[in-house]
């Protein structure tokens, strides 16, 4: 268990991650927008973290575990933010299939690799908005709503996320995959 960081700061850490991530798919784009090559592995990857560490992980932490609770604590100011923030989820989620279904076209024609990079843009520009937003409003209210206690039992939550939804090591797989990918 991260048992030096409070939950906010576990998930404020994911954040980064998944801004590496997203500061490689940039480059794929500009790539893809002036018909430069197709780098397909690169791109599969970060479809892949997108979906597995975003999704899979982050998303989960937040939407099973995180916001029941800050509902709970703060039913007004929580639960309004809590629904705003699970429609953000939902587009994300809608984005990133979008992308993913255009990646296999991209390889096949110049259209392809433009809606592809298109797609990608639009996933990661959302993402971006929902992280700044949550950096903003979030993290402050869970770190002022929750009790001890309960930011313990959300920490055990989490490290059940990564071992049981995600499979053993496969979180730091991803957080070593995002570095990969930012170092090119
Ligand atoms: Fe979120
Ligand atoms: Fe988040």
């Known amino acids: 268990m991260k048992m030096t960081l409070t939950p906010a700061g576990v998930l404020k850490q994911e954040h980064e991650t998944v801004g590496l991530v997203l500061d490689a798919a940039a480059r794929e784009i500009r790539c893809l927008g002036a018909l430069g090559p197709l780098r397909t592995d690169r791109i599969e990857q970060i479809l892949r973290f997108l979906r597995e560490f ?14 029941p609770m800050i509902r709970a604590c703060s039913p007004r100011e929580g639960g309004d933010l809590v629904e ?16 993913r279904r255009s990646f296999e076209a991209a390889a096949r024609s110049d259209v392809g690799a433009v809606v592809l990079g298109a797609g990608l843009d639009a996933c990661a520009r959302f993402l971006r908005t929902h992280m700044a937003r949550e950096d ?3 993290w402050p209210l869970v770190d002022r709503s929750l009790s001890p206690r309960d930011q313990t039992s959300l920490l055990v939550a989490f490290d059940k996320v990564e071992a ?4 053993l090591g496969a979180h730091d ?8 990918l930012a170092r090119e």
């Open 84 to 99: 705003a923030l699970l429609e953000d989820h939902a587009q994300s989620c809608r984005l990133s299939k979008v992308a």
């Open 164 to 167: 049981q939804e995600m499979g």
């Open 173 to 180: 797989r991803l957080q070593q995959l995002a570095r990969d």
């Open 136 to 138: 903003a409003v979030l």
């Open 54 to 67: 975003v999704e899979c992980c982050h998303h989960c932490k937040e939407e099973k575990f995180l916001f």
